[in-house]
């Protein structure tokens, strides 16, 4: 993707969804369509921008701390899937709908 930081927060996503963590709802609607599939689709980029949506606009302060705020501030991919994956708490319907979407 470009991005260290969008690199390591999706490896900790794939790495959860490896284990059979939480991200496997985040997937659902692509598991048992390829790889190929879920490229064609954008589900990287999904994901991310999900994220990254909650993450700028600040109603998620943990989420917002552990992602990128500035050249000087290249956030943290761990720490920014621990707090995702709490926002799911308070945000899953916001956070599925922006992934699910078709744009």
Not at 1 to 20: N, P, Q, R, T
Request: neutral net charge; glycine residues 10%; charged residues 15%.
């Amino acid at each position: 993707m470009g991005s260290k930081f969008y690199e390591g927060f999706l490896a900790v996503i794939a790495d959860d969804f490896d284990a059979g963590g939480v991200s496997a709802e985040l997937l659902a609607a692509w598991i048992g369509t390829g790889r190929r599939a879920i490229f064609n689709a954008a589900v990287p980029n999904r994901i991310a921008n999900a994220f990254t949506w909650l993450a700028m606009g600040g109603e998620a302060p943990a989420l917002s701390a552990a992602f990128p705020q500035a050249p000087d501030r290249m956030g943290d991919p761990p720490s920014a899937w621990v707090a995702a994956r709490a926002a799911l708490a308070d945000h899953r319907p916001a956070i599925v709908g922006h992934i699910l979407a078709r744009g």
